[in-house]
């Protein structure tokens, strides 16, 4: 009898107030609690049990159905986050599987929160008690498929399975056609790090020969200029004086805490508005047209 697994036993007999007893071949009793039942059985009935260990690790049955059993790929939730354990994951018995510390990235920062989702199968630890670890490329290239041509350009789901600073590797949801498709986003095409398990809107940027694709975070960059040159002409008409000590000459660091953009993206948003005559600049300043100080005015 191993942990992880769906066996199919008789029932022995009914134990008050524990609940039944199932007989293996070799004569070991599994206990089948009276809250592991899905349906009214009786002793001689035969049925198809999952099994796995109590909390004082003797081996019991259930009758739910697991989301994945021993040796089998899932998406499980985040139920809870444990500091130095690891991550509890739901596993569709009433009870979490664990996703051990040491599964996780070095950086907290990238460690799954409640709520997040992470791709883990089944295996037992060195007890033989059941845990889960994080699936890897090699096992959702089993599942993936190769990205549509018709995927240029559009916006999908996407989830982290593998967190890095260098890059993001996520596996982009494939919806009615199937599993998903791999994908990475560069560290130039994300604004933060991207934690493991964490659901995010990716745009296709390039789809490679071998099917997997490069994705980004940005729209592309004449839309992404155009929403710029917006957000940043609202800003300029909110204030009173219709100007702002932001210029092409502002640091990048002081125009990512105010816009949240990059320096590249404010240059080629204010290029846009000069060209249409919205704005004009006058060393270190960008102001509205028509409000500049008077001695600058023609």
């Known amino acids: 009898m191993i942990a992880g697994t769906i066996?199919?036993?008789p029932i022995d007999r009914e134990v008050s107030p524990f609940g039944y007893f199932l007989r293996t071949e070799g004569g070991q009793d599994i206990l089948l609690h009276y809250t592991e039942l899905t349906r009214e059985v009786k002793p001689g009935e035969v049925i198809d049990v999952f099994l796995y260990f109590d909390?004082?690790?003797?081996?019991a049955a259930t009758m739910k159905k697991p989301y994945l059993t021993l040796?089998?790929?899932a998406l499980l939730e985040v139920a809870d986050v444990?500091?130095?354990?690891?991550?509890?994951?739901?596993?569709?018995?009433?009870r979490q599987l664990l996703l051990p510390i040491r599964e996780l990235p070095e950086y907290k920062e990238l460690h799954p929160r409640v709520g997040d989702q992470v791709f883990v199968i089944m295996e037992h630890d060195k007890q033989g008690r059941l845990k889960a670890k994080l699936a890897g490329e090699q096992d959702l290239a089993v599942k993936a498929f190769h990205a549509p041509t018709t995927w240029m350009n559009e916006w999908h789901?996407?989830?982290?399975?593998?967190?890095?600073?260098?890059?993001?590797?996520?596996?982009?949801e494939g919806g009615v056609l199937g599993f998903g498709a791999i994908g990475m986003i560069h560290a130039s095409e994300r604004n933060r790090l991207l934690r493991l398990g964490e659901r995010i809107r990716v745009r296709v940027?390039?789809?490679?020969?071998?099917?997997?694709?490069?994705?980004?975070l940005a729209p592309r960059k004449e839309i992404g200029r155009n929403e710029d040159a917006d957000r940043i002409l609202a800003y300029l008409e909110e204030r009173p004086s219709g100007s702002m000590p932001y210029s092409d000459a502002t640091p990048p660091e002081v125009?990512?805490?105010?816009?949240?953009?990059?320096?590249?993206?404010?240059?080629?948003a204010l290029g846009k508005l000069m060209k249409e005559?919205?704005?004009?600049?006058?060393?270190?300043?960008?102001?509205?047209k028509g409000r500049e100080p008077e001695s600058d005015r023609k």
Request: charged share 25%.
């Open 255 to 268: 125009i990512k805490q105010r816009f949240d953009i990059s320096k590249a993206a404010f240059k080629r």
């Open 277 to 288: 005559g919205k704005i004009t600049q006058k060393e270190s300043w960008t102001y509205l």
């Open 157 to 172: 789901e996407a989830i982290v399975y593998k967190p890095l600073q260098m890059g993001t590797f996520v596996l982009v």
């Open 205 to 216: 940027a390039h789809i490679r020969e071998d099917g997997r694709v490069n994705l980004s």
């Open 55 to 59: 909390t004082e690790d003797r081996l």
């Open 82 to 94: 444990h500091p130095r354990l690891g991550c509890f994951l739901e596993m569709g018995l009433g």
């Open 7 to 9: 066996v199919t036993l």
């Open 71 to 73: 040796g089998e790929m």
